[in-house]
């Protein structure tokens, strides 16, 4: 099983800083990462898939980049709707893993 | 629009069984393979399963293999995932994902979640 470990578990920015969020996987996997956003009490939102590719209607503020086994995700100015809990997730193989998530805080 | 809505979940003893259901609409359903994921309650997502468009394969997670099943009725537009031997750990919302468009295996639309307690 691919272990995905992201880091860090929790970030403290303010409204229109930059936010860089890393995810970690225990073997390569060429570029086969998403990533996810979930605000509370709602279903996790695709926002990035294979490393860079942006989802439909997913603002350019968010990107994606790596390959391999070291990825980033970054959200170049933070909205106030951008505070949620980000999650990345392989697809390089079975059992599909995410990792332990990335909560975005307000400072 | 896509939509994706789950239901069946409720508080279980452990060692019972639970049947969940996902109604899909707003898509062809048969074009897509489609996915269980669930979270423990305050915790991260664990991918649960996936099974092709016709059926003819599935995957499952390490910690449900054998215990649960997932299965589909393209004529109702319809997923299943029947799950036997509950335990504790079980607990958990049990989302229905689909399966992207122009990719595989990243889930660009879910369901709300049902939520499924395991408890004497």
């Known amino acids: 099983e691919i272990v995905l470990t992201q880091s860090p578990a929790t970030l403290s920015l303010s409204p229109g800083e930059r936010a860089t969020l890393s995810c970690r996987a225990s073997?390569?996997?060429?570029?086969?990462l998403a990533w996810y956003q979930q605000k509370p009490g709602q279903a996790p939102r695709l926002l990035i898939y294979?490393?860079?590719n942006r989802a439909t209607g997913i603002p350019a503020r968010f990107s994606g980049s790596g390959s391999g086994t070291d990825f980033t995700f970054t959200i170049s100015s933070l909205e106030p709707e951008d505070f949620a809990v980000y999650y990345c997730q392989h697809r390089s193989g079975w059992p599909l893993t995410f990792g332990g998530g990335t909560k975005v805080e307000i400072k | 629009e896509v939509q994706l809505v789950e239901s069946g979940g409720v508080v279980v003893q452990p060692g019972g069984s639970l049947r969940l259901s996902c109604a899909a609409s707003g898509f062809t359903f048969t074009d897509y393979p489609m996915h269980w994921v669930r979270q423990a309650p305050g915790k991260g997502l664990e991918w649960v399963s996936r099974i092709t468009w016709n059926g003819d394969s599935t995957y499952y997670a390490d910690s449900v293999k054998g215990r649960f099943t997932i299965s589909r009725d393209n004529s109702k537009n319809s997923l299943y995932l029947q799950m036997n031997s509950l335990r504790s750990e079980d607990t958990a919302l049990y989302y229905c994902?689909?399966?992207?468009?122009?990719?595989?295996?990243?889930?660009?639309?879910w369901g709300r979640g049902t939520l499924v307690t395991v408890s004497s």
């Open positions: 073997q390569p996997i060429i570029n086969y």
């Open positions: 294979d490393a860079s």
């Open positions: 994902a689909k399966d992207g468009t122009g990719f595989t295996d990243y889930l660009d639309y």
